[in-house]
């Protein structure tokens, strides 16, 4: 098997990319779990502020990443983000108008 050096700026993305996927998937699990109106709420606009910066990563490693993979792997994702960070923002912005009918 042969290994395969990547950049330092690759490196970092493929790190970041990694920790931010697993602090997703354990906010949603907690959603899951303890799902009432304030703590939704909390969640909606912690994945609005994730999501913002996942896809201003993922944007970053597709214009200037060094190996060709991983600038592909960040195009094919980058439009998962930006549609998972319009339906996030969407029901942040439907659960405060909720929130202020009451």
């Known amino acids: 098997m042969q ?13 970041h990319a990694a920790s931010d996927g697993l602090a997703e998937v354990q906010m949603g699990q907690m959603a899951a779990e ?7 709420r909390r969640f909606g606009q912690q994945m609005v502020t994730d999501h913002e910066k996942a896809v201003q990563l993922f944007s970053t ?6 190996d060709a993979d991983i600038k592909a792997f960040a195009n ?5 983000l930006q ?3 319009h339906i ?3 029901l942040t912005q439907q659960q405060g108008s909720m929130s202020q009918a009451r």
Do not use: I, M
Request: proline share 5%; glycine share 2%.
């Open 3 to 15: 290994t395969v050096r990547v950049s330092d700026k690759d490196q970092q993305f493929l790190q």
């Open 61 to 66: 490693a597709a214009k200037e990443g060094q």
């Open 34 to 40: 303890r799902a009432t109106n304030p703590e939704v």
């Open 76 to 80: 094919k994702t980058l439009p998962t």
């Open 83 to 85: 549609e998972h960070l």
């Open 88 to 90: 996030a923002w969407q």
